[in-house]
């Protein structure tokens, strides 16, 4: 079975351009995740898609980030502008609808300078 | 306000030697709390889930505990490949959200 796909691995900008992330969860998994994770610490939620519906996005800097799920499997996550402080791993984590397990996929790393 | 810390940040273990890592928790309730293994520069890689205290899981060297406040994550006779990051999330009862620790750095020496 296929992990969840990400791209790009890596990527850097300047600030205040913008940044679009991709990711492709586990087939038939129907809740997707979106998680920033800055050096040294833990992941943390920016926004849970069932299917195509938002579940939670109340840590997510509405201001400047932005996410949709298309038909309910892939997802892109967008920043515009991007800040220094948006510097992380942006990482994409899948789950079945009926239990909370999370799959996790490589991340990518965004720096801004 | 929920909130998950981890203990130590740290831990450097000779092959062989068991050790214990810990991760307490501070929630209204508690849906579902979670052990990831992380490699540099991977993404987490999912270990447990325990939804109730006194329940314990099992996998190879791992064992992973879990009390009203806390979780521990014992590692038995730890081999240089158990060298990763350990995290550890709570997901509350009440809304959607999950909370991760800052995460244990665990370095096993051959």
């Known amino acids: 079975e296929a992990g969840v796909a990400q791209s790009p691995r890596y990527k850097i900008i300047e600030k205040r351009q913008s940044v679009a992330f991709w990711c492709n969860p586990i087939?038939?998994?129907?809740?997707l995740y979106w998680y920033q994770q800055i050096l040294g610490q833990g992941p943390k939620l920016l926004i849970q898609?069932?299917?195509?519906?938002?579940?939670?996005d109340s840590q997510l800097p509405k201001d400047r980030f932005s996410a949709e799920r298309l038909k309910g499997v892939d997802s892109t996550l967008k920043i515009q502008p991007a800040k220094l402080e948006d510097s992380a791993v942006y990482l994409c984590a899948s789950s079945r609808q009926d239990v909370y397990e999370q799959y996790f996929g490589p991340g990518t790393r965004l720096t801004v300078t | 306000e929920d909130q998950v810390t981890q203990s130590p940040e740290a831990l450097r273990l000779q092959e062989g030697e068991s050790s214990s890592l810990n991760c307490s928790y501070t929630v209204s309730g508690l849906r579902g709390l979670f052990w990831y293994r992380q490699d540099p520069g991977k993404g987490p890689e999912f270990l447990f889930t325990l939804y109730s205290a006194g329940e314990e899981k099992e996998k190879e060297r791992l064992k992973a505990t879990l009390t009203k406040k806390e979780s521990f994550l014992h590692i038995t006779a730890p081999k240089p490949e158990d060298s990763a990051t350990y995290l550890c999330a709570v997901q509350p009862n009440t809304g959607n959200q999950f909370y991760f620790g800052t995460g244990t750095s665990l370095t096993v020496i051959p």
């Open positions: 898609f069932q299917n195509n519906g938002v579940v939670d």
């Open positions: 087939s038939g998994h129907a809740t």
